[in-house]
């Protein structure tokens, strides 16, 4: 196992960022921001950040470790070059706040693959890592190619002073064809996002709420020494199993009614998935 970065080991990220591992991280899917096409004007962006403290307060109370922010509703998504300055703005300031509130650590996902952008909002505001959902190579997203910009993302981060903002990365990122890596083993791709210094490996499902495969999980935690983070289809039934291998959860789908993404965040949803967790890193000790 390598576990590092250009050859130079790390620490474990979930225990620097969270002080122990088998941290839960909630993910708070913002309203529509300005610009975006479903953006309420006459709400304003006061709703927008009403509900990501409310949402980021049910968390804190029931034992989450931490959360991220992302523009899950700014259908649809552009790639990274198009993402305008409105969206930026609008979530460093709710970044911000979420963090003078709750006190909590945060990190950063803007869609799609905005790696620049969300450096920016964590430097802005406060966060400690961002979601990079190509961190290398590339894919072919809903939006189009997705190429990797860590070479850039990493010297743009340099020069404006947030090297302490650190890099999340995915592993097979959900929603997208990998056709052309498909000659690249899984192994192989988490060893390029350690050569380009990612500081931990996220490992999804191939859709929205679907869980990663269980295999896959293994197969990451195996071959690296970085912390291995789930990013997709946690659930209260599957949380024990899954952070028995990985460090860290990230949790969306099924903190909602229903467990569907664009539901209302449900607090006994919320409440029994961090006492799943609770209860599973009791029965390991």
Do not use: C
């Amino acid at each position: 196992m390598n576990g590092s970065g250009g050859g130079l080991p790390k620490p474990n990220e979930i225990e620097r960022v969270f002080g122990r591992r088998g941290a839960l991280i909630g993910m708070l899917h913002l309203r529509p921001l300005p610009g975006a096409p479903k953006y309420r004007p006459d709400e304003g962006i006061e709703a927008v950040v009403e509900q990501a403290l409310r949402e980021g307060r049910l968390l804190r109370e029931a034992g989450f470790d931490g959360l991220i922010v992302e523009n899950g509703w700014d259908i649809p998504f552009v790639p990274p070059e198009a993402v305008g300055h409105e969206t930026t703005a609008a979530m460093a300031v709710i970044l911000r706040l979420l963090r003078d509130e709750l006190s909590l650590p945060i990190g950063v996902n803007i869609l799609a693959n905005a790696a620049s952008a969300s450096i920016a909002v964590a430097a802005a505001g406060g966060g400690s890592f961002i979601r990079v959902n190509q961190w290398v190579n590339a894919y072919v997203a809903n939006e189009g190619l997705m190429s990797g910009k860590a070479g850039e993302v990493s010297r743009y981060r340099h020069a404006i002073g947030a090297d302490e903002v650190r890099i999340w990365a995915d592993v097979l990122v959900k929603l997208g064809s990998h056709a052309l890596t498909a000659d690249r083993p899984l192994a192989e791709q988490v060893r390029d996002l350690e050569w380009f210094n990612a500081d931990a490996i996220i490992v999804t499902g191939r859709r929205l709420a679907d869980p990663p495969v269980y295999d896959d999980v293994v197969e990451v935690r195996s071959v690296t020494d970085l912390a291995v983070v789930v990013g997709s289809g946690v659930t209260a039934e599957n949380v024990g199993r899954l952070l028995a291998v990985a460090d860290a959860a990230i949790v969306g789908s099924a903190l909602k009614d229903g467990g569907v993404w664009w539901g209302e965040m449900s607090s006994a949803a919320v409440e029994a998935i961090a006492a799943a967790r609770d209860a599973a890193l009791v029965a390991r000790r």
